[in-house]
């Protein structure tokens, strides 16, 4: 659990943090206010896939003991955290490069893809745990 909060903690300062950077590395460049880059995005990502959703993982833990498939938990927890990490650090390069009135690569593209897949299996992982915690507990309670 203690893992769980600290990585939630981590991505709110990661998710404040790059909504500053947003805010001043656009004033800073002079781009337009209101025009579409994906630093916006980040800070959004970071807070809700960071933050808010371990801090549910945390309360779902507390309830139903999900991490007690260990190596299933294991597997969710380390490629949920690669998966946001690809995929906000995507949405600053390329929202850097947008801001800076450079173009994108497809490379941007396919590394942003990989950091949704490794999000996609760790909601697998997840699920599959909770689906085995809910179980164990609806046969403790029929025992």
Known sequence: ?????????????????????YREFTKLTGFPEGQFTQLGLAHTHLLVLGFIVLL????????????????????FFWLYNAGVVLTSAMLIWHGS?????????????GIAGTGHMLLTAAMVLLFVALGRAIRRDRAAVAA
């Open 1 to 21: 659990m203690r893992r769980l909060f600290i990585a939630s903690f981590a991505y709110m300062i990661a998710g404040v943090l790059s909504g500053l950077f």
């Open 97 to 109: 490069l947008t801001v800076l009135g450079e173009e994108s690569t497809k490379m941007i593209a």
């Open 56 to 75: 549910i993982v945390l309360a779902l833990e507390k309830v139903f003991a999900i991490s007690r498939s260990r190596r299933l938990f294991a597997w």
